[in-house]
């Protein structure tokens, strides 16, 4: 995904096109990092959960716990909800782009097809056969999944992970 935003840029298109790729490209960007950072910063995770472990256990009041529980509660429901509205607007995303896919064809000219990753330029650069646009969307929405997961899933697993046992 970063590849294919990176030479849509290059290549030059409108606009809005380019705004598009520049914020797939810092998603994308943003989202390998954060798998870094995670990746590095694992003891600073494990003492941060050990932490968490020991302020809950140190809480005597039943109310107190209840109410943490409440919040790890709110807080895991939201984040699966966040999670599964990113995952959802992938899905819908790609399916405009294939269920639109004659919409945009003019038999004078070149055909011009909509994909869900801005990548009018890039495909016209390789020289892609239009009878492959259905597989080059479905490639592009696991794409946008799988960005969505790496941007919004990993700051999911911290949350589970310091109120696991909630």
């Given amino acids: 995904m970063l590849i294919k935003s990176s030479f849509e840029v290059y290549l030059g298109t409108d606009a809005e096109t380019s705004v598009d790729c520049l914020m797939l490209i810092c998603c994308a960007i943003l989202g390998v990092l954060k798998a870094i950072w995670f990746r590095i910063y694992s003891k600073n995770l494990a003492t941060n959960y050990r932490s968490v472990m020991e302020d809950y256990l140190t809480i005597e009041n039943i109310k107190e716990r209840a109410i943490m529980r409440k919040h790890a509660f709110m807080g895991r429901t939201l984040c699966c909800l966040v999670l599964g509205f990113g995952c959802f607007s992938s899905i819908m995303y790609g399916l405009n782009a294939i269920l639109n896919e004659y919409k945009h064809v003019n038999i004078t000219k070149d055909t011009m097809l909509e994909y869900p990753i801005p990548s009018k330029c890039f495909m016209r650069y390789l020289n892609a056969p239009v009878r492959m646009h259905k597989i080059f969307c479905i490639i592009d929405v696991?794409?946008?999944?799988?960005?969505?997961?790496?941007?919004?899933?990993?700051?999911?697993?911290?949350?589970?992970?310091?109120?696991?046992?909630?």
Avoid at 142 to 164: C, D, E, M, W, Y
């Fill in 142 to 166: 696991i794409a946008l999944i799988l960005a969505s997961i790496a941007n919004q899933g990993i700051v999911r697993l911290l949350l589970s992970v310091f109120f696991l046992s909630l």
